[in-house]
């Protein structure tokens, strides 16, 4: 693996850069505070190429790679998380159905996608009762004709309200004679289709600016045409999403612990207690490094999954162990970052206290902690 960049992945960061400098920090913490969902951001993301970074040229994406877009997204998370984990979702939808849609399904939705006509892309595969466990899956999809009808309840959906497109998993053969996930398919869902209802907007602690909602389907009827790869095969394409979505979710954990880093290292050189800045003090020197070292360790192993997909090779095992690493040191990171920011730290006036809050929910979304874990261990156990 070359840690140093090409001449395109330098690019792809400094454009990301430099949009998430000048346009999207000055208006995180409002985006924040009102739970403002960031359409116009999706726009200028789209305009630069940053919603289908791994997305082929023909349907509208730039083309770049894995380690291209880990790096954009870690940009964006360090401007604002609530954005990076729309921009996140939107280009994992535009890859999966680059990678398994049919000539038509992908010149519809990725260049939608890529070009921000369809806002945003929205993933539907966790359910109230069946989240880790994809195999409890209740919502069911039935043959009608030249129809499949949808029935069930969709839980956690990122963008739901907003998106043009919902990746949407569904039982379409019985439980009993296609046991755990063997008989799940995926469908494509537009916005607006009859019998989609959009529920409530989550009022959560992080990412608030993210739309977060549930779906129902009260016989929500779509072409056969929306079926997404083969019939029964929906659990291979989610796993394969996922792998891609970890490293997404490393980027924006590395992103969010970046800048309570970059803003603790201000903090604590203008900061002054007993007549000295408090950054000379070794208590606050050690905090500051053991968030630097963590920091680092964090963006290699991202790098490493991320190079690892672009090379077409194995990655699901590196994937989460740089999702488990990431999300669990960005969580340490921004917790020492609220320490040095001392009461400053709690207060909605600095950044750090939601840092805080956005960081905690990338140890359980895009598959927990303790998912993660279990992956890497069966890659070790099983090989």
């Given at each position: 693996m070359d840690l140093e960049l090409t001449e395109t992945q330098t690019f792809v960061q400094k454009t990301a850069r430099d949009f998430a400098t000048r346009v999207i920090q000055p208006k995180a913490a409002e985006i924040d505070k009102k739970e403002i969902f960031p359409a116009e951001i999706m726009k200028g993301l789209a305009a630069l190429g940053l919603l289908a970074v791994n997305v082929p040229e023909e349907l509208g994406g730039a083309a770049a790679g894995a380690v291209s877009y880990a790096l954009a997204m870690q940009e964006v998370a360090r401007a604002c998380a609530s954005c990076a984990v729309t921009m996140a979702v939107t280009n994992m939808v535009g890859e999966v159905i680059a990678t398994f849609g049919t000539d038509a399904q992908k010149k519809k939705y990725c260049t939608g996608l890529a070009d921000g006509s369809l806002v945003a892309g929205a993933f539907g595969l966790s359910e109230p009762g069946a989240g880790s466990d994809p195999g409890g899956m209740r919502t069911v999809a039935r043959e009608d004709s030249d129809s499949y009808v949808l029935d069930g309840e969709k839980q956690w959906i990122t963008s739901g309200a907003h998106a043009g497109v919902i990746v949407v998993w569904a039982r379409t053969a019985p439980a009993d004679t296609h046991p755990g996930t063997r008989g799940i398919s995926c469908l494509l869902v537009e916005k607006g289709t009859p019998g989609l209802k959009i529920g409530r907007a989550e009022d959560k602690m992080g990412i608030r600016g993210s739309n977060t909602v549930s779906l129902s389907?009260?016989?929500?009827?779509v072409p056969k045409s929306a079926l997404l790869g083969h019939l029964n095969g929906g659990f291979k394409i989610a796993m394969m999403a996922l792998d891609g979505g970890r490293i997404g979710i490393s980027a924006q954990a590395i992103g969010i612990a970046r800048a309570?880093?970059?803003?603790?290292?201000?903090?604590?050189?203008?900061?002054?207690?007993?007549?000295?800045?408090?950054?000379?003090?070794?208590?606050?020197?050690?905090?500051?490094?053991?968030?630097?070292?963590?920091?680092?360790?964090?963006?290699?192993?991202?790098?490493?999954?991320?190079?690892?997909?672009?090379?077409?090779?194995?990655?699901?095992?590196?994937?989460?162990?740089?999702?488990?690493?990431?999300?669990?040191?960005?969580?340490?990171?921004?917790?020492?970052?609220?320490?040095?920011?001392?009461?400053?730290?709690?207060?909605?006036?600095?950044?750090?206290?939601?840092h805080l809050r956005d960081a905690r929910v990338t140890t359980i979304y895009e598959g927990t902690s303790e998912v993660q874990r279990i992956v890497i261990a069966r890659g070790l156990l099983v090989g």
């Open positions: 389907f009260e016989a929500c009827r309570a880093l970059e803003e603790s290292v201000q903090y604590a050189r203008d900061r002054k207690q007993f007549d000295k800045p408090i950054s000379e003090f070794q208590a606050v020197q050690w905090k500051l490094a053991n968030m630097k070292v963590e920091l680092d360790a964090a963006h290699l192993l991202c790098m490493r999954a991320a190079w690892l997909k672009d090379q077409a090779r194995p990655f699901s095992r590196e994937a989460s162990m740089a999702k488990l690493f990431a999300s669990e040191a960005s969580n340490r990171i921004v917790n020492h970052a609220v320490q040095i920011h001392g009461g400053y730290g709690y207060i909605r006036e600095f950044a750090a206290e939601r």
